[in-house]
């Protein structure tokens, strides 16, 4: 339902591709992130205990973690620096004003990864993760988690550089290039897994592979693809003030206190739960639940990050007429993709999950049909939800995501304890429900479409209807082919798979999607 006409700015694009070819990429290229993954947290794992003990796989699950919350360094400074260089593409010297940001970042960045590594090297000297954590029965874990997060950290210039990729039509190369070093990073783990067999190998393996990424990205391939980097002839740039270095921090916190309520939400109820839930059963249903949610959810956000670099170009140039048209099909894209994998899920989750957990864990049905159909509702806000972080939003976000942590947390402490993993599922979907859609999605979308409110009656039918029919065939299949097993899941799937592919045959006629592109509301 997208409309691709058109192209954003063949001047700071990559020579005049189009706007459709661009999200393409970049859709494509989230999806294969997505993959890799997958792969890196569940197919490699039988791998690893080929090798390892379940201990020490699970210190190797505590390392990655910890790697993987380093993001959180960046403290919003990537999304500061997007909106600063989408600002810039209305001024004059577009390139020269961006050089001089993109240099006086960089320098940020390196401070950061000073302080903050010298921090790190300080905490694990005094405080040793192997006493803290109690891996003691796992070799060089503490040198491990020290080049696992400090690796990490060492990576964070790449997001400024990917940022301006952002910015200027080059999502889906940076994203790309991610991709091959997280592939390699695989490989280089099997390597250094069967080769050494320890901890320090497995965590250099996959860490040097990431920071070649950074090095290729922001040493090389950026100044290359865009040459007003390198300032060649012109005066060197002054060093950022002091006074001006923490002005960007503290511009940056809406988007840093927005990102962390995101990761909240999908990682503090499981350690809500598994602290005032006491029957160990129950937190493993809510353990392997949440995480085809989680998965639905971070997949809608993949998507929308491609179109919200197009839209945040549209709302700097001005540019109202395409920024209502795309923001309009986009919302109806990403509310359709979720609403299709919700009532896919809905009707044969039950089977999966027998089969994943090979019976030894109950199905939960309230729990996975609150997830799911939350997973649908609050999927047109995600789109609102990058939109702001990409149009400079920082008092809606701060205001908005801030008050939705604090909601969830209270809705959390109530009703956990009296209705267990229900409580903290229905406590995702309420401030999902009531903040970021009841509070800013609505603001967005009433500062951006011309009929906000007839489009949010669209999204509702088409939810209802998509879920539905879904659902409704789900069951027709069940009834007709009663039975389990593996092969009886894969025919189920297969099935209603074909059967929605007739019901969506139609939309091949590009008449057909014209007609209904304009039925939108924008």
């Known amino acids: 339902m997208i409309d691709p006409r058109g192209t954003a700015h063949e001047s700071s694009s990559s020579g005049g591709i189009g706007r459709a070819r661009r999200l393409i990429r970049g859709w494509s290229a989230n ?6 993954g997958l792969t890196q947290q569940l197919l ?35 999304l500061r620096a997007i909106n600063r260089f989408l600002a810039f593409k209305a001024c004059v010297d577009c390139d ?12 940020i960045y390196l401070a950061v990864i000073a302080v903050l590594g010298a921090l790190l090297c300080t905490a694990i000297y005094f405080a040793p993760p192997v006493d803290v954590l109690g891996f003691r029965a796992a070799p060089t874990f503490d040198a491990a988690m020290l080049v696992m997060t400090l690796g990490m950290l060492l990576t964070l210039p790449a997001n400024l550089a990917s940022g301006l990729y952002r910015v200027r039509g080059q999502y889906g ?3 790309w290039l991610q991709n091959a070093a997280l592939l390699l990073g695989q490989i280089a783990q099997l390597a250094m897994l069967a080769t050494f067999g320890s901890l320090l190998a497995v965590a250099l393996a996959f860490v040097s592979m990431q920071l070649l990424f950074t090095i290729f990205l922001a040493v090389f391939d950026a100044p290359r693809l865009f040459p007003f980097l390198r300032r060649i002839g012109r005066p060197p740039v002054a060093s950022p003030s002091l006074r001006w270095s923490i002005g960007q921090f503290g511009r940056a916190l809406p988007f840093a206190v927005a990102n962390i309520t995101e990761l909240a939400l999908v990682n503090v109820p499981v350690l809500l739960v598994s602290a005032l839930v006491t029957n160990r059963v129950a937190v493993a249903q809510w353990g392997l639940t949440r995480v085809i949610a989680s998965l639905v959810r971070g997949l809608c956000l993949q998507v929308t990050l491609p179109l919200a670099a197009e839209l945040g170009h549209d709302h700097a140039v ?3 007429d395409r920024l209502h048209r795309l923001y309009a099909h986009g919302s109806v894209f990403v509310t359709a993709l979720a609403c299709l994998i919700v009532a896919g899920l809905l009707p044969f989750w039950l089977d999966f999950f027998a089969l994943w957990t090979h019976g030894s864990i109950p199905y939960d049905a309230p729990l996975t049909v609150t997830l799911l159909l939350g997973s649908a509702a609050v999927a047109p806000s995600l ?5 702001a972080n990409h149009s400079n939003r920082g008092d809606l976000l701060i205001r908005t995501k801030g008050l939705q942590l604090v909601v969830f947390l209270a809705l959390s402490f109530v009703l956990i304890p009296h209705l267990g993993p229900l409580g903290a599922a229905l406590a995702v979907v309420a401030s999902d429900i009531l903040i970021q859609f009841g509070l800013l999605a609505l603001i967005v979308m009433r500062q951006t479409l011309h009929h906000p409110f007839k489009h949010i009656a669209f999204l509702m039918l088409m939810a209802v209807i998509i879920v539905g029919a879904g659902w409704l065939i789900g069951q027709a299949i069940i009834a007709l082919l009663p039975g389990s097993g593996l092969v009886h899941f894969i025919v189920e799937c297969a099935i209603w798979l074909a059967a929605v592919g007739m019901l969506a045959s139609p939309l091949l006629s590009t ?3 014209e007609r209904l592109r304009a039925l939108i509301p924008a």
């Open 31 to 36: 999806l294969v992130q997505m993959v890799l």
């Open 44 to 78: 490699l794992i039988p791998a690893f205990l080929h090798v390892w003990t379940g201990d020490m796989l699970a210190a190797w699950l505590a390392i990655y973690a910890a790697g993987s919350l380093v993001v959180v360094a960046d403290a919003g400074l990537q």
């Open 96 to 107: 020269g004003r961006t050089a001089s940001y993109y240099t006086a970042m960089l320098r």
């Open 173 to 175: 190369r940076t994203v």
């Open 318 to 320: 001005g540019d109202k």
């Open 383 to 387: 789109l609102a939800l990058v939109f």
């Open 511 to 513: 008449t057909l999607r």
